[in-house]
């Protein structure tokens, strides 16, 4: 689903910021209401799919024992039934991002994930007039969530002081020029193309780390959420500098674009560098805040440390890939970013038979990740010495 809506998401983007850099508001508008029709169109047709191929979905999954199965089939319906909410949150939050209003998507995600942390329990559990609803109870808490995200997010923009604000007055249900679509389809489907590749590329990952136990499994996951601290915190540059790179250059003004660029290389370069110091240096009190058995803590541990010498290159390729999409080049940044994800597999299928173990595998995640890096860092730079600027005609 997330490589589905990053089409109209990125496109969208990218399309609003470099027009609201040029000062033409009225493209930057039809260019929002082209994403957000498209996203719902994208949403509806997702949801259907999921509804009719249910089964088969989850047959997939090998999903032996009929309980599970019951259970997974209703989360499925309903989460993915009503995805739209989804959809339309993360373009609109990327969107709102594009001219400069990271506040709204920000407030309404916030109240989004306080109100999940409550109804969770209680629908899951059941408290006072609530039933427990157990699985159920969990996916009508996400659904709920989304749905008072999308609510927050639309009255915060219709009162919005912002000026001018392209989500005001947006004609949705007006026809635009097929130009609109095919700028949105142009940039947003390598995203799309990269998204979906990152998420078979991660099952196929996850299916050679099963090999080695539920302890492997379970370092895997929560691993992962450990690392957010540095990806969540990546993330959130690059959105912003998506929207400034979007903006100077729709506006000419590749000096702003090279500043932005190096200052926020800095900050996520010591933030990466300390994440890293942490992950190397102190493993052991980090993995012991969620694993207790000394198996899996051992296994952890070691993930903990191959990982950390990652941190800072993988914190710079995703800032990087903001930038460089916000220039438009969503195809160089999918070519490379697949290219080098998918050697992956292959790197970890030949570590894992050096005596390295699972340990194989995390270095496969490290090595790819670093040369990563690298890789978008010269890339930008290679290309922000042939930006044009104002004088040029």
């Known amino acids: 689903s997330q490589g589905l809506v990053a089409l109209p998401r990125m496109g969208g983007q990218v399309n609003v910021a470099q027009a609201c850099g040029r000062g033409d508001y009225e493209q930057a508008r039809g260019y929002a209401a082209s994403a957000l029709r498209l996203t719902f169109l994208l949403g509806i047709l997702f949801a259907a799919v999921c509804i009719v191929f249910i089964h088969p979905l989850l047959g997939f999954f090998n999903l032996g024992d009929a309980e599970t199965y019951t259970a997974a089939k209703l989360y499925t319906l309903i989460t993915c039934g009503l995805i739209l909410f989804s959809f339309l949150n993360l373009t609109l939050t990327g969107l709102s991002t594009a001219q400069g209003d ?13 109100g999940n942390m409550i109804l ?18 969990a996916a009508v808490a996400t659904v709920t969530s989304q749905i008072l995200v ?9 009162h919005s002081d912002l000026e001018p604000n392209i989500l005001q007055n947006m004609h949705v249900l007006s026809r635009f020029p097929a130009k609109y679509y095919i700028s949105i389809f142009k940039i947003g489907f390598p995203t799309a193309v990269q998204s979906s590749i990152y998420c078979m590329i991660s099952m196929i990952l996850t299916r ?68 890293t110091g942490a992950f190397v240096f102190l ?9 207790h058995e000394k198996d899996v803590l051992a296994i952890a541990i070691n993930y903990l440390i191959i990982i950390g010498f990652s941190e800072t290159f993988m914190t710079i390729e995703l800032m990087t890939i903001g930038a460089l999409s916000g220039l438009g080049m969503t195809k160089l940044c999918s070519i490379i970013s697949i290219v080098l994800t998918s050697a992956r597999i292959p790197l970890a299928m030949i570590l894992t038979q050096t005596g390295l173990g699972l ?28 930006l044009p600027d104002a004088n040029d005609n």
């Open 102 to 114: 990271s506040k709204t998507p920000l407030m309404a995600n916030l109240l989004g994930l306080v």
């Open 120 to 137: 969770d329990p209680i629908l899951i559990l059941g408290f006072g007039p609530f039933p427990r609803l157990e699985v159920v109870g």
């Open 150 to 158: 999308l609510i927050v997010m639309l009255i915060r923009i219709m």
């Open 208 to 275: 050679m780390v099963s090999a080695f136990g539920a302890g492997a499994i379970a370092t895997q996951r929560v691993g992962g959420q450990i690392e957010s601290v540095s990806w969540n915190t990546a993330d959130g540059f690059a959105a912003a500098l998506n929207a400034f790179v979007g903006q100077n250059y729709g506006a000419k003004k590749p000096d702003r674009i090279r500043k932005g660029y190096n200052i926020s290389f800095k900050i996520l370069a010591v933030w990466g560098l300390i994440v």
């Open 283 to 291: 493993p052991g009190p980090i993995a012991s805040l969620f694993f």
């Open 359 to 386: 340990n194989g595998v995390w270095w496969a995640l490290t090595i790819t990740s670093i040369t990563k890096g690298i890789v978008f860092y010269f890339t930008f730079h290679h290309t922000s010495r042939h």
